[in-house]
């Protein structure tokens, strides 16, 4: 299976328990097809520009910083699906790249860490992106159930399917790969009702 995997931070930090880079390390060694997209280290490579961490966030977060990020961030994923077609994409976080995710077409999926549900509790103008990407992915990751429980209690509407992986560094990629295979089945289910109606 061909997978993004999506982060807006690099994975390069070892003792991170989030290390994006050792979950695509792990899926490699189940035969998939994983590209790692480090979104702010391209995305500076390419432009010049400097991204604040999310950390940073919503200090460094200029509305206008925001567009511009969103911008290009939106037309490297674009390149990068045309380039790598993608069977799933994962994104670390429930915030920008997330919301590209949806806008992307491919089915996703969304590890989510918790400080966007702080984002969705406390500024609005974030509140759509983390909402709409939360209630459109195919699946959610949390590392427990207290994160599960927090997630439910910030968006009490939401129906998307949670799954506790623990820390996704650690995560079990026979889990993940039982999820991704799901959620792009479920994409190409819904694509055949679509043309089936449409041909009807």
Request: proline share 5%; aromatic share 8%; charged share 25%.
């Amino acid at each position: 299976m061909r997978i993004l995997l999506a982060c807006h931070e690099s994975p390069a930090r070892a003792d991170d328990a989030w290390d994006t880079g050792a979950l695509a390390e792990r899926l490699r060694s189940r035969g998939h097809d994983v590209r790692l997209w480090d979104a702010e280290r391209e995305l500076t490579a390419l432009t010049g520009a400097a991204f604040p961490p999310l950390d940073a966030w919503p200090a460094a977060w200029s509305d206008d910083l925001l567009a511009e990020y969103l911008h290009l961030a939106r037309r490297r994923l674009d390149d990068l699906i045309v380039a790598e077609d993608p069977d799933v994409i994962h994104t670390d976080g429930l915030w920008v790249l997330a919301y590209l995710a949806l806008e992307s077409g491919v089915p996703y999926v969304s590890s989510v860490r918790g400080g966007e549900l702080v984002r969705v509790d406390t500024l609005a103008r974030q509140r759509e992106l983390i909402v709409q990407a939360a209630e459109n992915a195919g699946r959610l990751f949390v590392a427990d159930a207290t994160a599960s429980e927090r997630l439910l209690a910030v968006l009490p509407e939401l129906e998307t399917p949670t799954t506790v992986i623990g820390p996704l560094r650690y995560a079990c990629p026979t889990k993940l790969s039982h999820a991704y295979r799901q959620v792009r089945e479920a994409r190409c289910g819904e694509f055949s009702g679509w043309m089936t109606a449409a041909s009807g």
